[in-house]
């Protein structure tokens, strides 16, 4: 059974830093992409960052590019997505998502099969 589980989001002010952590467990002989996106209140899920199963692709959003660093560690089955210089705009609920056919850190939700239950980010100003 596929389990993705983040953590480490929480209350921050603007301009500080924090770092989300996704643990995949059922997935240790697969190959598969990671993903995370985003859902802020009243809005649709967005596109955050992604990063092929090899690690040498990866695509931001614009909105988060210079900001947030997508990595992955194949041996523990973990990425985690460091975001640094947080605005309240990045407010949101955030989700990591596993791609299992390995699509190339695809930025389509469609793509993904396999979704974490999400960890609240709130940025204050």
């Known amino acids: 059974q596929v389990q993705l589980v983040e953590s480490g989001g929480g209350l921050v002010q603007a301009g500080a830093s924090l770092r989300l952590s996704c643990a995949a467990s059922g997935l240790t002989y697969a190959v598969y992409d990671m993903g995370w996106f985003r859902q802020a209140p009243g809005k649709e899920r967005e596109f955050v960052a992604a990063?092929?199963?090899?690690?040498?692709?990866?695509n931001y959003a614009d909105s988060v590019k210079g900001r947030f660093t997508i990595s992955k560690d194949n041996a523990k089955n973990t990425v985690d997505l460091h975001m640094n210089n947080l605005k309240p705009e990045d407010t949101a609920v955030y989700y990591c998502?596993?791609?299992?056919?390995?699509?190339?850190?695809?930025?389509?939700?469609?793509?993904?099969?396999?979704w974490g239950q999400g960890t609240q980010v709130t940025v204050s100003s």
């Open positions: 990063i092929s199963w090899s690690g040498f692709r990866t």
């Open positions: 998502a596993a791609d299992l056919s390995a699509s190339g850190a695809a930025y389509n939700a469609a793509r993904y099969d396999y």
